[in-house]
T-cell receptor, first 111, second 115 residues
Framework: KQEVTQIPAALSVPEGENLVLNCSFT??????LQWFRQDPGKGLTSLLL?????REQTSGRLNASLDKSSGRSTLYIAASQPGDSATYLC??????????FGAGTRLFVKA | ETGVTQTPRHLVMGMTNKKSLKCEQH?????MYWYKQSAKKPLELMFV???????ENNSVPSRFSPECPNSSHLFLHLHTLQPEDSALYLC??????????????FGPGTRLTVL
């Protein structure tokens, strides 16, 4: 059974810092991995989708990498801003109609 | 309307009530999902539909009853709920259930409180 761990569970940083959020998963036979952002009490916003054949994806200040063989993905956030404050979730998709979500990293960026 | 919409956004119900949650996607997708998000727990997949056919049911209690009348609409019918069912219920859609096209897009959720 797939298990997903996100480290750290919470992070508080001053504005302008570059950040690294980690996601690890136990079953490396995945088709893709998706990173989401969730604001309190709201739905999830898709940030990046990395196919299993890709090593990384970039969108603006966000860069996600995937090392499928070691069961790891990393989300880099460059030059963090207070508007980046949210919970960040990773979700490896293994197939069988299941996407397993991590518990998330709660990020707070101080102005 | 664009993306995935959910109504109502907030719902308070007693344990003996019957209510329904509605989800609509305007993305032309063929797969739709219901998730439950309880406080301090990861998202839990409840139901998956592909081309209006249910393909996944994660041992969800029968007091939750899904319905997918067409590929754009998904309902979650609720009856005789328990206070522990209070949670944020999220709907999502994806192009299909294959690995390549499985990028999921979520609605804003319905915050359900059971008294």
């Amino acid at each position: 059974k797939q298990e997903v761990t996100q480290i750290p569970a919470a992070l508080s940083v001053p504005e302008g810092e570059n950040l690294v959020l980690n996601c690890s998963f136990t079953d490396s036979a995945i088709y893709n991995l998706q990173w989401f952002r969730q604001d309190p009490g709201k739905g999830l916003t898709s940030l990046l989708l990395i196919q299993s054949s890709q090593r990384e994806q970039t969108s603006g200040r966000l860069n996600a990498s995937l090392d499928k063989s070691s069961g790891r993905s990393t989300l880099y956030i460059a030059a963090s801003q207070p508007g980046d404050s949210a919970t960040y979730l990773c979700a490896p998709f293994r197939g069988g109609f299941k996407t397993i979500f991590g518990a998330g990293t709660r990020l707070f960026v101080k102005a | 309307e664009t993306g995935v919409t959910q109504t109502p956004r907030h719902l308070v119900m007693g344990m003996t009530n019957k209510k329904s949650l509605k989800c609509e996607q305007h993305l032309g997708h063929n797969a739709m999902y219901w998730y439950k998000q309880s406080a301090k727990k990861p998202l839990e997949l409840m139901f998956v539909y592909s081309l209006e056919e249910r393909v996944e049911n994660n041992s969800v209690p029968s007091r939750f009853s899904p319905e997918c009348p067409n590929s754009s609409h998904l309902f979650l019918h609720l009856h005789t709920l328990q206070p522990e069912d209070s949670a944020l219920y999220l709907c999502a859609s994806s192009q299909d259930l294959s690995g390549i096209y499985n990028e999921q897009f979520f609605g804003p959720g319905t915050r359900l409180t059971v008294l």
